[in-house]
């Protein structure tokens, strides 16, 4: 079954560093999603991406975050300057369209900022 | 502000009974509803969806239910199985975003 991968699965940084977040969607969906979730709290939407450009973007995803479709296959969330409070589980999830339920979850990337 | 709502945070069920996990909405621009179970470390999975303009949808064990004028979704498991032990998420979309619940807890006793 296709399905949603994300590397790696757990990330340590210290704070001022850049990281990024890879995710590689299903291959035929055309809609990438990320979205975060801080221990112990509820998944937020931070950002959605089609035709190679956001679409819609939460409050949460302020200038510090971007998104990029490298090559046609990765979809990367890039946080510049890492603060201690995005440490979090972050999902990638894909959909072959906004109304379809085939909106897949990756297993997530677990950031912890040291 | 929170759209979406699961007022219980855990919930304990016999083996074989009914699970009936709950959850609340505000905002009556949402078009579609969306269950998701997630094990520990791993990202939520997606179960079972219903639009805004159905009132029920089942898929075997699972079945939700839509109250539009009391903006309620509930998803019952029938019967219960140890394996279903996870947390639930509900979630709603307008448009492209999705918001979530914060998720019920359940565990499936033997």
């Known amino acids: 079954e296709p399905e949603v991968t994300q590397t790696p699965s757990h990330q340590v940084t210290q704070m001022g560093q850049e990281v990024i977040l890879r995710c590689v969607p299903i291959s035929n969906h055309l809609y990438f999603y990320w979205y975060r979730q801080i221990l112990g709290q509820k998944v937020e939407f931070l950002v959605s991406f089609y035709n190679n450009e956001i679409s819609e973007k939460s409050e949460i995803f302020d200038d510090q975050f971007s998104v990029e479709r490298p090559d046609g296959s990765n979809f990367t969330l890039k946080i510049r300057s890492t603060k201690l409070e995005d440490s979090a589980m972050y999902f990638c999830?894909?959909?072959?369209?906004?109304?379809?339920?085939?909106?897949?979850f990756g297993s997530g990337t677990r950031l912890t900022v040291v | 502000d929170q759209q979406v709502k699961q007022n219980s945070p855990s919930l304990s069920v016999q083996e074989g009974r009914i699970s009936i996990l709950n959850c609340d909405y505000t905002n009556s621009m949402f078009d579609y509803f969306l269950w998701y179970k997630k094990y520990p470390a791993e990202g939520p999975t997606f179960l079972i969806s219903i639009s805004s303009i159905k009132d029920k949808n089942e898929d075997g064990r699972f079945t939700v239910f839509l109250n539009k004028s009391a903006k309620h979704l509930s998803l019952h498991i029938v019967p219960s199985q140890p394996g279903d032990s996870a947390v639930y998420f509900c979630a709603a979309k307008t448009g492209n975003q999705f918001y979530f619940g914060t998720g019920t807890s359940l565990t499936v006793i033997p």
């Open positions: 999830a894909s959909s072959p369209t906004v109304n379809n339920y085939g909106y897949t």
